[in-house]
């Protein structure tokens, strides 16, 4: 039987766990199955310091691992390409990334009506970003690839009821109010609410480091061979995403057929693989620059009218494939929207020159 290639990946870097779950992998799989690792050069050293406290002074994580170095510019590319490619993917969600003990909750109202909840959830406080930045391209690039049911998720036993919360969580859609108007759910960023994507994975497992020495976990490898197993008998066949692997990174002045829908896009200013919420529909991007010029400076100050993101992490487009032109004499104009990349809201031009809430 050909061996495997089983992309490993992490959500932060500079965690030593990952090299300890990395020999893991190793003891769970066949001699001729490869593992893969994109990361940078220091990793190659931290990788054999520990293999060899796990396999011996003779041997060489090379033997078992494809170290593949990527850039800091060129890094999302490699990642979706290994994710594109790998039989198996195994993501690693290291407990540096998931520092939040609990969920800040918005105060409680006792008055009932008054403000609408509109008015209501601009005076709340978005909570910051639950989840590292790391966690939320890897989930994203699974998700786009359509691998996330080829994905097992390794954690910390002692996080799992947070991870398990914020899928749930991150799976809701809306805001849930209680019978005053209250919101009963932390206001997660939209990054947050990718986290709910990972309900699709085929399964998670948790270990338990007792001795934070320990240089292997040989029952974390029991696991997660039976899940790789379980994964091969149950023969999920594979289904390619609609859209092109090489359409999900760059800029590009040509109509591509993208997520969340397939629909041509026009995507011409921003890196595909930043834009976490890409609008639904047949749309053509407007630049930064041009909608600034039309913004007057209360709107352009606010940013988001939801969440007040900064006017740069706004994404701004308008619908179809032709652009008309903004305020022509002939009446004939775009309707520029923007989808907020940290809320996921969208809004809309209001008037001459304000952003509204759609
Ligand atoms: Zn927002």
């Known amino acids: 039987m050909a061996g495997r290639r089983v992309l490993f990946l992490r959500t932060f870097r500079n965690d030593d766990t990952n090299f300890v779950i990395v020999n893991s992998l190793a003891l769970a799989l066949d001699e001729e199955d490869r593992i893969e690792v994109v990361g940078d050069h220091r990793d190659r050293q931290l990788a054999t310091e520990h293999w060899q406290r796990a396999f011996g002074l003779h041997s060489q994580p090379e033997s078992r691992i494809d170290f593949i170095v990527s850039t800091r510019t060129d890094w999302r590319r490699k990642v979706m390409e290994r994710i594109h490619a790998a039989d198996v993917i195994v993501l690693f ?3 540096k990334d998931l520092d939040f003990p ?3 909750f918005s105060q409680s109202r006792s008055e009932i009506g008054g403000a609408g909840d509109w008015e209501r959830f601009m005076r709340e406080p978005m909570t910051r970003p639950l989840t590292g930045q790391g966690l939320l391209h890897e989930i994203a690039y699974l998700n ?3 691998r996330l049911p080829h994905t097992v998720v390794v954690c910390d036993a002692k996080f799992q009821p947070t991870l398990d919360d914020l899928i749930v ?4 859609i809306g805001y849930a109010v209680d019978m005053a ?3 009963i759910t932390p206001k997660l960023t939209a990054t947050d ?3 709910g994507h ?7 497992v948790t270990y338990q480091r007792a001795d934070p020495n320990c240089p292997i976990l040989p029952l974390l490898a029991d696991a997660v061979r039976d899940a790789l197993a379980e994964m091969a008998a149950t023969g999920s066949t594979r289904h390619l995403p609609p859209w092109k692997l090489e359409d999900l990174t760059g800029p590009s002045p040509e109509p591509r057929r993208l997520p969340p829908d397939n629909e041509l896009k026009i995507i011409a200013f921003s890196d595909v693989e930043k834009v976490f919420f890409i609008p639904s529909g047949e749309f053509i991007q407007i630049e930064d620059q041009e ?3 039309i913004l007057n400076r209360t709107a352009v100050r606010t940013g988001c009218p939801y969440c007040r993101a900064p006017i740069e992490k706004m994404f701004f487009y308008t619908r179809g494939l032709t652009r008309l032109g903004l305020g022509n004499a002939s009446g004939e104009n775009d309707w520029p929207n923007a989808k907020c990349q940290v809320c996921g809201s969208k809004s809309s031009l209001f008037g001459e020159d304000m952003l509204a809430p759609q």
């Open 193 to 195: 609410k990718q986290v």
């Open 144 to 146: 786009r690839l359509q």
């Open 93 to 95: 969600i290291s407990p």
């Open 198 to 204: 990972l309900r699709k994975a085929f399964r998670g």
């Open 169 to 172: 969580l991150g799976g809701m």
């Open 102 to 104: 609990e969920f800040p």
């Open 181 to 183: 108007g209250n919101f």
């Open 291 to 293: 909608m600034r010029r």
